[in-house]
């Protein structure tokens, strides 16, 4: 077959090219660390990086979110532990107050005592975290919950609410507990409820009342003691479900950490570069370049009017 | 005697010339593009009658003829024009693929950062930096939306640009073709083929080729007949008509390539133009570039209103009910030319049915059909195009004003301007709707253990409450008595963990109610730690909420990525087959019509011969002359 001169040399240029564009594709790879650079590389490959990206972003902020239930689950069992604390010092204040021996004034002494312990629950009822929010308030996180309106008298000014986060995928945890459930609603014997503070300013009132019959003063010490038992029947419970919440959040904690992984790895095969790969690669074609540059040289080198 | 040995010798001479001449001639244009070699072809002259026998005459050129094949040029054209078609598609394409997948300008870490930013509000509802940074990052996401429909205008701008001057190229190239027409019948009339002027001519087909298919149809006279498109004629003879770059009927911003015959343009149909870089063009534009920014144009369109339906079912921290966070881009409607004095007015009803399709809505006198553009399949519509009932078809709501006429059309585009008009609205921080309209309460008087869940809503259509609704259980009927709904609200029946629904909120009541335990439903007033509907807003990032329910927002953009990416990549693969092809067709045809300068170094060596041997011949023509005249001498 004729072969024109023109073929000789474009087939000699179109093979240096073809070499050089397959050279500088490797180069790429190896120097930005991806195996795609361009998406039309492995397209499907480009369209599931993005989502296993957006998963591990999201799984970051669970992450986050979980921090941030830890914290505010802590903040809340510490107030409780106090909170459990007083009840149990104001019930046994209210057992030695039964004491026989004691007289008004004995009494009146306890009550002072009392009082002081009112206050300090008060002012556990109304504990900010860090930021300033009411942790009792429900949703009404700027607003002071339990306001003494009148002496002995406390109102909830929070609501029922309880904030939740999202933890999992499908999972949420609540933060906090409302003051109503905490404070407001401990079951007395006649199956309404009282709240914590009013059972605790009828003991006082009791004490502070000189004791006309015996039996008066029994009959209100009994009922303040059924219903701090109550009470601290209920803080204990909210201790319990916080308890639980946080060893949730523990285990949530795990099992985002092992996605996490997954995500990552998937992420890594999808998207990086196998090194080993691209740099033998890379020291073959450029053989093959330098073949090709070569071999042209020497061929388009020939030509009859050299002998002429 | 030595007259016609003279003769001959001079003959020779003559012909050894020439194709020395031809030879050379040959040499300097072995890299002319489109030269074919040319070779003489010599026959012997007409030999005389002597009682010896027939004496040959010597020797003369026929022609000088050029190493043409058509079947193997032709062969070079369809391959090159088909190989131009793919590098023009990639070319534009490639813009494209590298846009949407590049970290910086891509869609999707704007997407994670704005629903980080409704996370942190989620985690702190309360906090002002928070929503700021909310805000923050829906502006980033709206800057990263108008980026890269941005990006879309621009190659939609050089498209249109390359088209006007792709068209302009070919009409020089019809015009010089008509004139070399023109100058070859002409030297053609003197009997012997102009060879240089029908390579050049053959050039420029080849060159008119890489913009546009041509068909070639040789004429009597030597002239060529072309015709592109569907078989309308661009050189006639010395004639060349012209192309121009048009709006299109049914949309002024785009241009396409008409026909001008008789003075007036006639836009000729996109699909007949195949071949070359016009072809490229087309294709690209509607096979991949109006697909892809409806695409994107419905994942924004998309995000605003399922985020808006869901933000305006919140509170936000002055106690008003969430107003639209986003602001969803309406249908671009283009009225045909010649329409009557109807409108049409088009309104997204359900994002969630949104086709990435573009639509032509027609009268016919009687009735309003739409069709998808393009394509041109029907699509069938409920309603009667009133306010009251308008048209509703794939997610769009239609209303027709005033009276229309017989062929009165509309082109509808629903997603087109998506991204472009895509807006946050909210400014204000304490706008940002975090938490529930409402809050449900357990009255601390009740004796049972029943307690009230939170609540939700799933209309806003009676909210904010004016008052508070109390639900009273009645254990004779075991049912909710509900006072103070506006609506009124029969008594409900109660059962354990199961959801009452009224007046578009619903809510859960578990446990024993005693007889007049009471549930009071009220405005979440100051409710500023409720982070509720932020809750449900971050979950909208996962939620299939496009394309029927089958792909959420980042989904929907991967899909994007994933159909461009592919084209490319059939477009490349493409390309590079067709590029092998034309370099074999090449090859073949050069093989025949190519000029081999060693060929062309030994023909140099036997012309030279040929007339080193004729000049001999004369010298010895002339000897035996000399020796005639001596003769007489003597």
Redesign the interface.
Known sequence: ???????FY??GI?GIQQQSTALLKTQQQVSTGRRMV???????A???A??V??SL??GQ?FD??LD?VTGSLGMEEAILTSVTTLIQDVRTTAVSAGNAALNNSDRATLATELRGRYQELLGLANSTDG?G?YLF???????VPFVETAPGTVEYRG????????IG?SR?VAVGDSG?EAF??IKSAD???Q?LFTTLNNLIVALETPAGGSTQLTGSLNAAMANLDSALDNVLTLRASVGARMREAEAMKGTNEALALQYQQTLSQLQDVDYNKAISDLSRQEMGLEAAQKSYLQVAGL???DY? | MGNSILGVGVSALNAAQAGLATSGHNISN??TPGYH?QQITQSTNVPQFTGAGYIGQGVHVDTVKRAYSQFLDNQVLQAQTQSSQLDAYYAQI?QL??I??DANI?L?PA??EF??GV?DV???P??TPSRQSLLGGAEALVARFHALDRRFQDIRDGVNAQLASSVGVINAYAQQLAGLNNKIALAQGNGQPPNDLLDQRDQLVAELNREIRVTTVKQDDGSYSLFIGSGQALVVGDRALALAAAPALDDPQRLDVAYVTEGTQMVLPQDSLTGGNLGGLLAFRSETLDSAQNTLGRVAIGLAQTFNDQHRLGMDLNGNMGGDFFSVANPTVIPGKGNSGATASVTIGDASQLTIADYHLQYDGVNWSLFKAGTGEPVAMSGAGTAASPFSADGLSIVITNTPAAGDSFLIQPTRNGARNFDVRISDPARIAA?API????S????GSARIG?ASVESAANLPLPNDITLTYDSATNQFDVSGAVPAVAPLSYSDGSTLRFNGINLVISGTP?NGDQFVVST?S???????NA?IL??L??RNTLAGGTASY??A???L??????K??EV?TGAKAQESLV?QT??TQ??????????E??N??RYQQAYQAAGKLIQVADRLFNTLLSLGNG
């Open positions: 077959m004729r072969i024109s001169t023109n073929t474009d087939l179109g361009t998406p039309a590389d492995d397209p499907v480009a369209a599931r993005l989502d990206s957006q972003a999201i902020q986050a979110n941030s930021n929010q308030a429900g949703y009404r996180s700027t607003t609501d029922q609410g309880q904030r939740l986060m999202q995928p949420q109503a407001m609603r199956g309404t409820s709240s030509t009859l009017f002429l | 072995a890299s070699r490639q693929d590298n949407l997948a891509g999707s997407l994670q629903f980080s996370n989620a985690a702190d309360a906090s938490a809050r449900t309460t357990t601390l008087g009740n004796t939170a005693a979440n100051d409710g500023v730690g409720d982070n509720r809750l971050a979950g990032q996962t980042q989904g953009y991967s899909q990525v994933s159909e461009v990416g592919n490319t990549r490349e370099a090449r090859q050069q093989s025949l019509s190519g000029v081999n300068l060693d060929e170094a030994a140099l060596l």
